[in-house]
C-alpha cells in the first residue's frame, strides 16, 4: 500500500484536548505533508517537511503543531486551540516537493465529541 | 504562489461515455500535472501524470493534454465505467522546492 502508514484510522477526543496523529514512511522520502479534508471538500495543506529538523506551515496551520526528529516519521498535534478538528487528515510524502509523485497515507478520521 | 482552478466540480455521465476535466494554473514556471483519484474514504492515488515538455500523455482509457500557452490541462477518460466513479484532483508543481498546489476537485458519477 505504498509504504506510508497512519494510526489510528479512527480517533475520538474531546473538546478541549490535544491528539497526536501518527505517520510513518518506509519509501525513504524526503518530504512529508500533512492534509486536512472536510466533507466534500479538497485537500488543504496544514504542514509540510522537507527535511529531518525542518518543516514550514501550510494554508491552515492555525491550531496544529508538528515534528521532524526522523526522515520516517512526521507526527501532527491536533491542539485545543482547532476550533473545529473534526475532518479526515491525510499525510503524504514525496522524493521531492512539487516535482513528482506524492504517495498518501490512508489517512485518519478525527471526531471531537 | 501558484493557483489551480478545476472544473467543473461535479459531473455525471452515463456508462460508456467519455468525461472530459479541466484545470488551469497561474504560475509559468510550474512542469509537473498529476492527476489523483480517491474513492470514497480512502486515500487519493496518483492515476496518470504529464511533464511540461510532452503535450499529452495516455493509458488505456486515460489520457491527458497540457497546454503550456494557455496554462491549463486536461483529463479525459473514455468508455466510462461505475468503477470510474471517484473524486479526482488535478495538481502543479515543479516551480521552486514547494509542495504540490490541489485543485477543488470533481466528483465523477458513471450511470449504469
Known amino acids: 500500500d505504498g509504504g506510508i502508514t497512519q494510526s489510528p484510522k479512527y480517533l475520538f477526543r474531546k473538546e478541549g484536548q490535544n491528539v497526536t496523529l501518527s505517520c510513518e514512511q518506509n519509501?525513504?522520502?524526503?518530504?512529508m505533508y500533512w492534509y486536512r479534508q472536510d466533507p466534500g471538500q479538497g485537500l488543504r495543506l496544514i504542514y509540510y517537511s522537507q527535511i529531518v529538523n525542518d518543516f514550514q506551515k501550510g494554508d491552515i496551520a492555525e491550531g496544529y503543531s508538528v515534528s521532524r526528529e526522523k526522515k520516517e516519521s512526521f507526527p501532527l498535534t491536533v491542539t485545543s486551540a482547532q476550533k473545529n478538528p473534526t475532518a479526515f487528515y491525510l499525510c503524504?510524502?514525496?522524493?521531492?516537493?512539487?516535482?513528482?509523485?506524492?504517495?498518501f497515507g490512508p489517512g485518519t478520521r478525527l471526531t471531537v465529541l | 504562489g501558484e493557483n489551480v482552478e478545476q472544473h467543473p466540480s461535479t459531473l455525471s455521465v452515463q456508462e460508456g461515455d467519455s468525461a472530459v476535466i479541466k484545470c488551469t494554473y497561474s504560475?509559468?514556471?510550474?512542469?509537473?500535472f498529476p492527476w489523483y483519484k480517491q474513492e470514497l474514504g480512502k486515500r487519493p492515488q496518483l492515476i496518470i501524470d504529464?511533464?511540461?515538455?510532452?503535450g499529452e500523455k495516455k493509458d488505456q482509457r486515460i489520457a491527458v493534454t497540457l497546454n503550456k500557452t494557455a496554462k491549463h490541462f486536461s483529463l479525459h477518460i473514455t468508455e466510462t465505467q461505475p468503477e470510474d466513479s471517484a473524486v479526482y484532483f488535478c495538481?502543479?508543481?515543479?516551480?521552486?522546492?514547494?509542495?504540490?498546489?490541489f485543485g477543488k476537485g470533481t466528483r465523477l458519477s458513471v450511470i449504469a
Open positions: 503524504a510524502s514525496s522524493m521531492v516537493p512539487g516535482y513528482n509523485e506524492q504517495f
Open positions: 519509501l525513504n522520502h524526503d518530504a
Open positions: 504529464i511533464r511540461s515538455n510532452v
Open positions: 495538481a502543479a508543481g515543479g516551480s521552486g522546492n514547494t509542495p504540490l498546489v
Open positions: 504560475d509559468s514556471a510550474s512542469n509537473y
